[in-house]
């Protein structure tokens, strides 16, 4: 059977991942990342030493792209060509690169198919796919759609408590830079119609995790 998909959405820092993932381990479903895989493309463009500022170049090394995007929420792991990636695509060399990849039309075509075919095989009896265009473009019939915002403040606190060794005001930069490129092409600020917004704000993480799980529970 298709599983029960619940589509989150959100900017940089709004602790969507983990949240999300979380959510998906609690209710024994399976878990998408699909920044994971826009991630992984940005490492292989740079490690076959394509110019990712040239959107040809990336579309042209989609040929060469050879990666597995798992959805289990325990033993996650993301592979380009064989090699485990999973730490690697969030080195901050992939993170500054990763946006200029993502904004070819090309690349979203081919990446939107992947993830739609990953929820339909997916065996568990529900899904969590996280991004920026989940609620809208991937998955806009999901039966539960969610926004994950926090105030910019707390984002860039968020982030930065994770990037130890980085300042602040480099990582708050960055983080409103790659913001601000990406609602570029797809609007994740802004609830569309019919998506629940949930501000994490002033909840700590158990708390939103909870309340995501409430959302979910009563579209049930
Ligand atoms: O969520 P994460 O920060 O890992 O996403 C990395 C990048 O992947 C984003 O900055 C964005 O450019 C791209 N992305 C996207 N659409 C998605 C998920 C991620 O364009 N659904």
């Given at each position: 059977?298709?599983?029960?998909?619940?589509?989150?959405?959100?900017?940089?820092?709004?602790?969507?991942?983990?949240?999300?993932?979380?959510?998906?381990?609690?209710?024994?479903?399976?878990?998408?990342?699909?920044?994971?895989?826009?991630?992984a493309?940005?490492?292989?463009?740079?490690?076959?030493r394509?110019?990712?500022e040239?959107?040809?170049?990336?579309?042209?090394?989609?040929?060469?792209?050879?990666?597995?995007?798992?959805t289990?929420?325990?033993?996650y792991a993301?592979?380009?060509?064989?090699?485990d990636?999973?730490?690697?695509?969030?080195?901050?060399?992939?993170?500054?690169?990763?946006?200029?990849?993502?904004?070819?039309?090309?690349?979203?075509?081919?990446?939107?198919?992947?993830?739609?075919?990953?929820?339909?095989?997916?065996?568990?009896?529900?899904?969590?796919?996280?991004?920026?265009?989940?609620?809208?473009?991937?998955?806009?019939?999901?039966?539960?759609?969610?926004?994950?915002?926090?105030?910019?403040?707390?984002?860039?606190?968020?982030?930065?408590?994770?990037?130890?060794?980085?300042?602040?005001?480099?990582?708050?930069?960055?983080?409103q830079?790659?913001?601000?490129?990406?609602s570029?092409?797809?609007?994740?600020?802004?609830?569309?119609?019919g998506?629940?917004?949930?501000?994490?704000?002033?909840?700590?993480?158990?708390?939103?995790?909870?309340?995501?799980?409430?959302?979910?529970?009563?579209?049930?």
């Amino acid at each position: 059977a298709y599983p029960f998909v619940v589509a989150v959405d959100g900017p940089a820092g709004s602790g969507k991942s983990s949240v999300s993932k979380e959510a998906a381990r609690r209710l024994g479903w399976g878990f998408l990342d699909t920044g994971a895989a826009y991630r992984a493309l940005a490492w292989h463009a740079a490690a076959s030493r394509v110019d990712t500022e040239d959107a040809a170049s990336v579309v042209a090394s989609l040929g060469s792209f050879d990666y597995r995007i798992g959805t289990d929420p325990y033993g996650y792991a993301v592979h380009v060509g064989g090699v485990d990636v999973t730490d690697a695509i969030r080195e901050p060399s992939v993170t500054a690169i990763v946006s200029a990849v993502a904004r070819v039309p090309e690349v979203r075509a081919h990446l939107i198919e992947v993830f739609r075919a990953i929820i339909a095989a997916e065996k568990r009896e529900g899904i969590v796919v996280e991004g920026r265009d989940i609620t809208t473009v991937v998955a806009p019939d999901a039966p539960v759609r969610i926004l994950l915002t926090a105030s910019e403040e707390t984002r860039m606190a968020r982030r930065s408590k994770e990037l130890v060794g980085h300042s602040a005001e480099a990582t708050g930069a960055q983080l409103q830079a790659r913001d601000r490129a990406d609602s570029k092409v797809v609007d994740f600020m802004n609830a569309a119609e019919g998506v629940t917004t949930v501000d994490s704000t002033d909840l700590d993480f158990d708390q939103t995790v909870q309340a995501v799980l409430d959302v979910i529970r009563d579209a049930q």
